[in-house]
């Protein structure tokens, strides 16, 4: 019974230390696997944000081939209390609790598809964002410089020598610190719906880059202009493109 007694406690023995090195490899594996897991994680939200962009960008396309080739203005009319602008309607009202109708967009019967409008980069439950509308609303900023400004009429796309250097739209927040809850000592990151070549209004969050889609149907990443970054926010990555990939004179046939 000894003899018994003492090969069951060697077998007990044994069996916790592979037990051990079983969990110990485990652990060691897993440790490998979760940064290439995180990776492969965060590239698949890049390959949706850039799928977003070309379905938008072709949206564009057939818009300005109903349009004359003319761009569409960043805003439209007010109207039954809001403002429609070119992603569509957005009411009045507090931060956060505003409604809003992607219908009204300039985009939206092209494509009539209302999960491509944000990118899953965009952290909305972070503790820095703050909401435009009652939930997520758009992700993308148009690209300014095409709308013309107030005193002129959206650009003429076939007058453009190279489209494949003027940026359509891009990934866009801004920091806000004049509407509660946000405040100057309390800065935080919301939506933005244009991109310009003044503002800080880019927003690089795809490992300090940003997702530009040009007006010949491309989607690349670009990376920030130098010392653009906005300080009040610096590790949200939110600043301004590059000017060479905004519309800029020389862009024009003469």
């Not at 069951?8 to 023995?13: A, E, L, N, Q, V």
């Not at 003319?70 to 609790?97: C, H, I, M, P, V």
Request: one cysteine or more; proline letters at 3%.
């Amino acid at each position: 019974m000894v003899l018994i007694k003492d090969e069951i406690d060697k077998i007990r023995g044994f069996t916790i230390i592979e037990l051990l090195v079983v969990i110990s490899i485990l652990a060691i594996l897993t440790g490998l696997l979760l940064p290439v897991l995180q990776r492969a994680r965060l590239k698949g939200l890049d390959t949706h944000c850039m799928s977003n962009l070309r379905q938008l960008s072709l949206a564009g396309q057939m818009y300005w081939d109903d349009n004359n080739s003319q761009a569409f203005s960043y805003r439209g009319n007010s109207l039954n209390g809001g403002n429609t602008y070119w992603f569509g309607w957005l009411g009045r009202g507090d931060e956060g609790k505003r409604r809003f109708d992607i219908s009204k967009g300039v985009l939206y019967k092209y494509i009539k598809n209302s999960s491509i409008q944000t990118c899953a980069r965009l952290d909305y439950i972070n503790d820095e964002f703050k909401l435009k509308a009652t939930g997520a609303a758009y992700g993308y900023g148009y690209n300014l410089h095409l709308d013309g400004g107030s005193s002129l009429k959206p650009v003429v796309m076939t007058t453009l020598s190279s489209p494949s250097t003027v940026a359509f739209l891009a990934d866009a927040a801004q920091v806000n610190t004049f509407q509660s809850p946000a405040s100057k000592n309390n800065p935080m990151i919301e939506e933005f719906y244009y991109v310009n070549s003044r503002e800080q209004t880019a927003h690089f969050r795809h490992n300090k880059e940003s997702y530009v889609a040009f007006c010949d149907g491309r989607v690349e990443l670009v990376g920030f202009s130098s010392g653009s970054i906005d300080h009040r926010l610096p590790e949200q990555w939110i600043g301004r493109l590059p000017s060479k990939v905004l519309l800029l004179k020389s862009v024009y046939r003469e």
